[in-house]
């Protein structure tokens, strides 16, 4: 077999492939099989068909098509792994010679990843907001810990904004009750405004048994956008009481002895959720900073399937969520269509760039993907979908998505290591200390935040990691 690989640009080759007739016994043999399985010929059993009768009967072209067609693929994965060859996505394949009994010959165009010039990575900087925890942030995380201790008592007043109601909910449409627009004792908290427009207004000044009839868009079913008549009766109103901000309450409430203890671990719990994500920030930072000073030449077929994928998925998502695209832009603040193709373009664009810098440092660097590698990001991502490492595991086994979970992985490691050398200061001028940002640093005890601080100080930890 004869092979030669012509550039056609920085992120596209064209392949000449000459294969001698010899070379397609493999693939002659699994056509014959296959025609021999399906082609029934009197007097002969199937799967026993000889070969020259299937030439005579289907016609030697017939049969020369089908080999083509099975040789094609295997011979191009061939030439693609002698050569190394990083392409992206399927090829354009042309036959360009077929004699019988002597060649094929074919040619395939395809993107390939392109070939990067790094520069000197080894003295790099990057500059992150300062770390600074204020006592008002303190003392919103200590009121989100007086909350899960407030209780509820009954009062005999109307209900005000912070009460929590227990509601009878009666919808009609041109006079008749609707289907599913009636419910009892619904719990609600007034002022909450998550339920439907003109139901807090309509509660407050309520006492219980009182009722009063708003109008208000139906937000789903088959008559989503059509005006209801809504009767909403109060049935009981509860006022929820804080407990004191005192030391018994930081008794009850966590580990410590007294209040002052209590929010000095709060702001340490806080310093550290902020560290980490100077992490994340100075990754940004770093990444930017790669693009712009690494000229990186982009296939635009590449970004054109993406935008496609892209924005198909968003649509089926929105056609199972009851939405359409104005539903979309509205809700997201997007102009329209164009603005949202031009946002998406300009992200994959970036996201892109990232992967190919990032790969061209791995290569340079010689990184390495161990299994210790692997179990850590699977168990992080597992993490994130919710789900076991085994379930996340046996997921992109199914999607035959672990090839590139590796490259990821690997990406990953490949931008870790480059930002342990990046120097990383602060505003001020401090130098940070990546060892703080490391997310095993943070002590066990902080499974126990609480719960306006676990997500941000989780959030940023995966951060760091990538």
């Given at each position: 077999m004869k092979s030669?690989?012509?550039?056609?640009?920085?992120?596209?080759?064209?392949?000449?492939?000459?294969?001698?007739?010899?070379?397609?016994?493999?693939?002659?043999?699994?056509v014959y099989k296959e025609l021999g399985r399906q082609?029934?010929?009197?007097?002969?059993?199937?799967?026993?068909?000889?070969?020259?009768?299937?030439?005579?009967?289907?016609?030697?072209?017939?049969?020369?098509?089908?080999?083509?067609?099975?040789?094609?693929?295997?011979?191009?994965?061939?030439?693609?792994?002698?050569?190394?060859?990083?392409?992206?996505?399927?090829?354009?394949?042309?036959?360009?010679r077929l004699d019988d009994n002597d060649t094929l010959a074919f040619t395939a165009e395809v993107d390939v990843a392109p070939q990067l010039e790094l520069p000197d990575l080894d003295d790099l900087a990057v500059t992150v907001d300062d770390v600074a925890v204020t006592d008002e942030e303190i003392d919103q995380q200590v009121d989100v810990m007086r909350e899960r201790f407030a209780m509820l008592t009954g009062v005999e007043r109307a209900a005000e904004d912070g009460d929590y109601v227990s509601i009878d909910l009666e919808a009609k449409l041109d006079g008749e009750v609707?289907?599913?627009?009636?419910?009892?004792?619904?719990?609600?908290?007034?002022?909450?405004?998550?339920l439907m427009d003109g139901l807090d207004d309509a509660i407050r000044g309520l006492s219980a048994d009182e009722s009063?009839?708003?109008?208000?868009?139906?937000?789903?079913?088959?008559?989503?956008?059509?005006?209801?008549?809504?009767?909403?009766?109060?049935?009981?109103?509860?006022?929820?009481?804080?407990?004191?901000?005192?030391?018994?309450?930081?008794?009850?409430?966590?580990?410590?002895?007294?209040?002052?203890?209590?929010?000095?671990?709060?702001?340490?719990?806080?310093?550290?959720?902020?560290?980490?994500?100077q992490g994340a920030e100075a990754r940004d930072k770093l990444v930017e900073h790669l693009i712009e000073t690494i000229e990186v030449p982009i296939p635009e077929n590449l970004?054109?399937?993406?935008?496609?994928?892209?924005?198909?998925?968003?649509?089926?998502?929105?056609?199972?969520?009851?939405?359409?695209?104005?539903?979309?832009?509205?809700?997201?603040?997007?102009?329209?269509?164009?603005?949202?193709?031009?946002?998406?373009?300009?992200?994959?664009?970036?996201?892109?760039?990232?992967?190919?810098?990032?790969?061209?440092?791995?290569?340079?660097?010689?990184?390495?993907?161990?299994?210790?590698?692997?179990?850590?990001?699977?168990?992080?991502?597992?993490?994130?979908?919710?789900?076991?490492?085994e379930q996340y595991a046996g997921q992109l086994q199914q999607s035959g998505n672990i090839a590139e979970f590796v490259a990821d992985v690997r990406r990953t490691k490949a931008l870790a290591q480059l930002l342990e050398k990046t120097t990383i200061t602060d505003a001020s001028g401090n130098v940070v200390d990546l060892e703080s940002l490391r997310p095993q640093t943070v002590q066990a005890e902080d499974a126990d935040a609480d719960a306006d601080a676990e997500p941000a100080e989780a959030e940023s930890q995966d951060d760091a990691e990538r």
């Open positions: 030669t690989i012509e550039e056609l640009g920085p992120t596209r080759v064209k392949m000449a492939i000459e294969v001698p007739w010899g070379d397609l016994d493999h693939a002659f043999g699994e082609v029934r010929i009197p007097g002969f059993r199937p799967g026993k068909v000889p070969n020259r009768i299937l030439d005579q009967r289907l016609g030697r072209p017939v049969v020369l098509e089908q080999v083509v067609q099975h040789a094609i693929p295997e011979v191009y994965s061939e030439v693609v792994r002698e050569n190394q060859v990083r392409v992206l996505g399927q090829p354009d394949i042309e036959v360009t609707l289907e599913d627009g009636t419910t009892t004792g619904m719990s609600y908290e007034v002022g909450s405004g998550n009063k009839t708003f109008t208000t868009p139906l937000l789903s079913g088959p008559n989503a956008g059509q005006d209801a008549e809504v009767t909403v009766t109060v049935r009981s109103v509860k006022a929820k009481e804080l407990p004191e901000l005192d030391d018994e309450f930081a008794s009850t409430a966590s580990e410590f002895d007294t209040l002052d203890e209590l929010k000095d671990d709060v702001r340490q719990r806080l310093q550290r959720v902020k560290t980490l994500q970004v054109e399937r993406e935008v496609q994928w892209r924005g198909q998925t968003l649509q089926q998502e929105l056609a199972q969520a009851g939405m359409n695209w104005d539903d979309y832009f509205s809700a997201a603040g997007v102009e329209n269509r164009e603005a949202y193709d031009a946002d998406l373009r300009t992200n994959v664009t970036q996201a892109v760039k990232t992967q190919f810098i990032l790969d061209a440092i791995a290569d340079a660097r010689e990184v390495t993907v161990d299994n210790d590698d692997l179990s850590a990001q699977i168990i992080a991502a597992a993490q994130r979908n919710r789900m076991s490492p």
